[in-house]
């Protein structure tokens, strides 16, 4: 087969190293999600002190740590997919279909969500915005730029896939 031009791996290979590097710094999000769980039901049931501040720290934690690792898994193919047909289907009418798929559908739908996200963010942000339904509130403009951050980071790795797709739908083997 013919060996992909070094631009193109070199591009692959930067989006790829984002999503990697961002879904293993992202995984360290974990450690305080389950500390403030701990924390709390320690609190509640042993020194029967709730807190006031548990709830919405896992909250963010987690909604974080679910946008932002968004990235790392499609870079790991986790994403849903009907496997059914398209583990059937030659190399090349998957790339055919995943290009055609990343063109219609992914880029528009991320450029828009880039778009309304940052809105989102910035308002967020000048407004000092803050959960007011919790006794604690919290901001919550750090959970909507991570909705920022984490499109950002779709966009980078969809480059990556599309390109492979591109190769994979004109050459018949995956990168």
Known sequence: MKSPPNWLLTIIRGCD?????SGKAVA??????????VYEVVARYIFDAPTTWAYDMTYILYGSFFMLGSAYTLLKKGHIRTDTYYSAWPVKRQGLVDAVCYVVFYFPA?????YVCWEFFARSYAQG???????????IYPLKGALFVAVVLL?????????????????????
């Open 28 to 37: 360290w999000l974990i450690f305080p999600m389950v500390l403030s769980l």
């Open 129 to 139: 915005e803050r959960v007011v339904s919790s006794p604690w509130m919290p901001v």
């Open 17 to 21: 190293a984002v999503s990697l590097w």
């Open 155 to 175: 966009i980078v790795q969809g480059i990556s896939e599309f390109l492979k797709s591109i190769w994979a739908a004109r050459h018949g083997e995956w990168l």
């Open 110 to 114: 991320m450029l828009a969500f880039v």
